[in-house]
């Protein structure tokens, strides 16, 4: 059982549209971190949410940390083809625990 | 600015046999971990160090042997490797724990046959 709950597990949208990425949990964590990730490649860090209702954005994507502090969301505006990817959400204590993921594929 | 370095790359192993991926970084990072990537799985933690002569399991540590001898360094040993342990590893390393950034190695691609 996965500790982080990610949805869709597969996007694939036009470049120009929207897309949101779910992150869930039913634990509260002091910070939850989003990590994209390219083929061949290891995930790299976008971004680190850590109080609860916090929006922060980085160009076109902008994530939302829950309330509550037990879920995340990502969303990309008018996508390109270089957002494609798998976006990772991932949080913990001690150590950290990832999601699944989410493939997202933005066609040209 | 090599970051998390691990070695090797690609490996085919025969069931049965052994190996040790090493992974390095030049970060002087506190943390080091070992993760499997599997499709549909995401990424699960197989062990992790907190800093250098320890060692503590992760999700998925059956099967598997750590060791951190040296602060930069961080080995994963299959003593005897599974048809199962076909994977993708990522080492990483980051300066704390959780809420720090991890830095990630590029993979090292393993099948077993």
């Known amino acids: 059982t996965q500790l982080l709950e990610q ?3 597969f996007l694939s949208i036009q470049e120009g549209e929207n897309l949101t990425v779910y992150c869930n949990s039913s634990s509260v964590f002091s910070s939850l971190q989003w990590y ?13 949410v ?10 076109r994507l902008t994530f939302q940390f829950g309330d509550a502090r037990k879920d995340s969301s990502l969303h990309i505006t008018a ?9 990772l959400c991932a949080g913990g204590f001690t150590k ?10 933005v066609r040209a | 600015n090599a970051g998390v370095t691990q070695t090797p790359k690609f490996r085919v192993l025969k069931t049965g046999q052994s190996m040790t991926l090493l992974c390095a970084q ?16 995401g990424l699960r933690l197989i062990h992790y160090s907190v800093g250098e002569g320890t060692t503590a399991k992760g999700e998925v540590p059956d ?15 299959l003593e005897s490797a599974a048809p199962s342990q076909t ?8 300066y704390r724990g959780t809420g720090n950034t991890i830095y990630f190695g590029e993979g090292s691609w393993l099948t077993v046959v």
């Open chain 1, 7 to 9: 949805s869709p597990q």
């Open chain 1, 36 to 48: 994209r990730q390219e083929p061949g490649e290891g995930p790299v860090l976008l971004v680190t």
């Open chain 1, 50 to 59: 850590v109080t609860g209702g916090e929006v922060k954005k980085l160009k």
């Open chain 1, 79 to 87: 996508a390109q083809p270089g957002d494609t990817g798998l976006y």
């Open chain 1, 96 to 105: 950290l625990s990832f999601g699944a993921g989410t493939t997202v594929t």
């Open chain 2, 26 to 41: 030049d970060m002087n990072h506190e943390y080091m971990y070992w993760y499997r990537q599997d499709p549909g799985m």
């Open chain 2, 63 to 77: 099967g598997y042997n750590v060791s951190r001898l040296k602060k930069q360094n961080f080995l994963l040993g």
């Open chain 2, 87 to 94: 994977s993708v590893y990522f080492c990483a390393s980051s």
